[in-house]
């Protein structure tokens, strides 16, 4: 059940994600590791897991999706220079989990505009080096607000932007540079959160 998802700790192994979030999903088995990592960075596609839970008719076309097969099941064992995608998925997992601990919200589109013009003027956005960063890729619409960012990522944490900004649960990695106490997002700072990243 969600108890299962919702113990899952940043220091689980992906493997252990998978099969956490199979019991969730009422597999009784791991899911492949392309259907976690899709989960990850596709907050409507885990929706819909989490519609479907326990109706395997339902689920394994979610598994078998094409957009599904994109996602690299071997995504989680190398390591580049900088955060290794272990790290990367790690992360991502607590995001997904603080999500959902969020009821799988996102934020409004005025609090969505702000973080988003924030992390366009701000010097850590860059573009994707890893391969797990280039698969979380949004496309670029310079004209609708979430996807003005592309596929840029933050050179503090990592995560792709136009994922992160969206939801309610995570924060920006930097200080504002002209208000102490609050984020580039003008968001009061998570002393927690900047001690466990």
Not at 51 to 57: F, I, M, Q, V
Not at 138 to 143: A, H, N, R, T
Not at 154 to 173: A, D, Q
């Amino acid at each position: 059940m969600i108890k299962e998802l919702l113990e899952a700790k940043e220091t689980d192994s992906f493997d252990e994600l998978c099969v956490r979030l199979g019991n969730f999903l009422g597999t009784g088995k791991a899911v492949p590791p392309k259907v976690l990592l899709r989960a990850i960075d596709d907050p409507p596609f885990a929706d819909n897991l989490i519609l479907c839970r326990n109706t395997p008719g339902f689920l394994q076309p979610l598994f078998d999706d094409p957009k599904t097969a994109q996602y690299d099941g071997n995504a989680g064992k190398g390591q580049e220079n900088g955060k290794s995608n272990t790290e990367l998925i790690a992360k991502a997992a607590t995001a997904f989990l603080k999500w959902g601990r969020a009821g799988f919200s996102t934020v409004d589109e005025a609090t969505l505009e702000r973080r988003e013009n924030a992390c366009l003027a701000c010097p850590n956005l860059s573009e994707p080096k890893k391969k797990l960063q280039k698969l979380a890729a949004v496309k670029l619409d310079k004209e609708r607000v979430g996807r003005r960012t592309g596929d840029k990522t933050c050179k503090i944490c990592g995560c792709n932007v136009s994922r992160k900004i969206k939801l309610p649960g995570e924060s920006c990695p930097d200080s504002h540079p002209a208000i102490d106490g609050m984020t580039r997002w003008n968001e009061p700072q998570r002393v927690a959160a900047a001690v466990a990243e």
